[in-house]
């Protein structure tokens, strides 16, 4: 059964900080790509940020200079370091893996999501 449990999320003043974990199960980690999605109230969900099995990374023109993602194989952990916050980055944050594989197969799973509040 695959698994993506996402933690980190909470209230946080605007410029402050956040570390989300997203733990993968279930999976072969290290042949997913993973990634960061978005989702505020009455919009559509968006890319936040991706990280390939080779950790080359990707991130929406929004957050660039101020989030990182990153990815630890050993653990079958992804994380994304949330700095410099704004009150427009408040949404619902998603943890996804994507893999397209001629070989393996394509799969595409979604953990539950956590909430992440930028608020004073």
């Known amino acids: 059964q695959v698994q993506l449990v996402e933690s980190g999320g909470g209230l946080v003043q605007p410029g402050g900080s956040l570390r989300l974990s997203c733990a993968a199960s279930g999976i072969i980690f290290n042949s997913y790509t993973m990634g960061w999605y978005r989702q505020a109230p009455g919009k559509q969900r968006e890319l936040v940020a991706t990280?390939?099995?080779?950790?080359?990374?990707n991130y929406a023109d929004s957050v660039k200079g101020r989030f990182t993602i990153s990815r630890d194989n050993a653990k079958n952990t992804v994380y994304l370091q949330m700095n410099s916050l704004k009150p427009e980055d408040t949404a619902v944050y998603y943890c996804n893996a994507v893999r397209r594989s001629p070989i393996m197969g394509n799969a595409n799973y979604w953990g539950q999501g956590t909430q992440v509040t930028v608020s004073s």
């Open positions: 990280i390939t099995s080779g950790s080359s990374s």
